[in-house]
């Protein structure tokens, strides 16, 4: 990327913590800037590179074998969105004899993985309530097994 990358590659190899200051600061949010910019770019490549691989494959009318057991193929990508959220939820109640069962995101159920708006739901049901029917976990580090850790963006805007 550049010589300020460089160098600091030699403070994340070695472990090191730079010294604190207003150019380290400075120097910090350059990096993070690189790295979200390379990241920008190399999504545009995946792009670029699907929308290659496409033509070459509509062109030769092909698929491309990876391996015995895989290859890459032409497919219609497909999103399914519910449009209405209390006629579905009416006809699973209906189909299913008014089972509230159905209504869960377990075996027989009929709701994706995490379908609830935490916030909202915590807003509209209030702390006590919430705690009792939902769990927040902490990701563990694999290697440090103590609780991952990130670094946020907090904006006063919002």
Known sequence: MSKFTDDMDDYLAGGIVPERSKDMDRAMLR???EVLNAMRKARADVAQM???LLAYMDEHACDLVISDTEKLYVGQTKTTKSVDDQGILMAILEAGGGNLE???TGDGGMLASQPWKAGAVRALIGDEK???CFTVDVRIDVKTGKPARSVKVADSRF
């Open 31 to 33: 990096l993070r800037d």
């Open 50 to 52: 699907e929308a290659t």
């Open 102 to 104: 159905l209504l869960t």
């Open 130 to 132: 919430f705690s009792a």
